[in-house]
């Protein structure tokens, strides 16, 4: 069963950065792609990124800040420049084995969730 296990999670003040990497146990499938989640509010598609043709999808509110980058087969990473107060959250990393994965964002479209990854932004 594929595993995905993220890290890079941290604390930083606002105007920061951070990294934050996924790595998969074995076949990704389509895509993979970032989600936030704080409690209390829904999960937040962060972006996501083709496997098989490199595309790319971010959400507004990350766009220009947020930058989703595939490492190799296995693995990818989301840069998170300019960070806000707003995106404190727990981030997941996740998979999906379905062909219309990349845009819209919808954390439906994907079927396998690592344990997430907390973020911390100060004011």
């Known amino acids: 069963q594929l595993r995905l296990v993220e890290s890079g999670g941290g604390s930083v003040q606002g105007g920061g950065s951070l990294k934050l990497s996924c790595a998969a146990s074995?076949?990704?499938?389509?895509?993979m792609g970032w989600f936030r989640q704080v409690p209390g509010k829904e999960r937040e598609g962060v972006a996501t990124?083709?496997?098989?043709?490199?595309?790319k999808s971010s959400a507004d509110s990350v766009k220009g800040r947020f930058t989703i980058s595939l490492d190799n087969d296995k693995a990818m990473s989301l840069q998170m420049n300019s960070l806000l107060p707003e995106d404190t959250a727990t981030y997941y990393c996740?998979?999906?084995?379905?062909?219309?994965?990349?845009?819209?964002?919808?954390?439906?479209?994907?079927?396998?969730w690592g344990q997430g990854t907390q973020v911390n932004v100060s004011s």
């Open positions: 996740a998979a999906s084995a379905y062909r219309d994965c990349l845009e819209p964002i919808n954390s439906g479209r994907y079927n396998v």
């Open positions: 074995g076949y990704v499938g389509y895509c």
């Open positions: 990124v083709s496997m098989h043709f490199g595309g």
